[in-house]
Structures are given as C-alpha cells and as structure tokens.
C-alpha cells in the first residue's frame, strides 16, 4: 500500500504562483508512475501532468504546459507541482495519484491523495 498526502493549496490572486507537495509513504519502492490531477465541481477529474517517479519522463496536459512544472525529491518521497501564471479556471482539488504506469486517465492510478484546494481570485 501506497499513501498520498497533499499540501501547499491556498488561495491566490490571478498571475501568482502555487507550489503544491505530495509526499509518499509506505510501499513507496512500488511506485513507476505519478500524476498530478485536478476536479472543478461538477467536472471530471482533469489530467495535468503524469512522470516516471525515479526517472526524467514527463508529460504535461497542453492547459498548463509553460505554466506548471514538477519535481521530486526522491530521498524525501516528495513531488511537487509548481504552478505559475494561476488563472481562475485553474480553480480546483488538485490531486497527486501513484500507479503502475504513465498514463493520462486517472482510472489507471491505485493511489491517491486527499486533494488540495487551489482558488484563484480574479
């Protein structure tokens, strides 16, 4: 079993930056892949970015590609979403998830994280 925990949300105003976390424990030697994932109310769970956990394969959705940008500190089973330009559609629950594969459909994730609250403000 792999446990997820996210922090770092908040609320900014438009054009600021977030840096969100998401730290790994348990089984963490079980993990290949990680994604970043976010869900507006009433909207399906939207895909940001997917990355080999111990290697340099990434893959960013083209909304926040430029603007988003992760990293991993993997003597700390961290990732981070460093996240720039914040818009106010990028209002959402952003979620870190840990599976088996890089894939952008959240369905192919074992492990999630309870969700942070990213708000922009206009």
């Known amino acids: 079993q792999v446990q997820l925990t996210e922090s770092g949300g908040g609320l900014v105003q438009a054009g600021g930056s977030l840096r969100l976390s998401c730290v790994a424990s348990?089984?963490?030697?079980?993990?290949?892949?990680m994604g970043w994932f976010r869900q507006a109310p009433g909207t399906e769970r939207e895909f940001l970015v997917t990355?080999?956990?111990?290697?340099?394969?990434?893959y960013y959705a083209n909304s926040v590609k430029g603007r988003f940008t992760i990293s991993r500190d993997n003597a700390k089973n961290t990732a981070y979403l460093q996240m720039n330009s914040l818009k106010p559609e990028d209002t959402a629950v952003y979620y870190c998830?840990?599976?088996?594969?890089?894939?952008?459909?959240?369905?192919?994730?074992?492990?999630w994280g309870q969700g942070t609250q990213v708000t922009v403000s206009s």
């Open positions: 348990g089984h963490t030697s079980s993990i290949y892949a």
């Open positions: 990355f080999k956990w111990s290697g340099s394969i990434t």
């Open positions: 998830a840990a599976g088996g594969d890089l894939s952008y459909n959240h369905r192919n994730y074992h492990y």
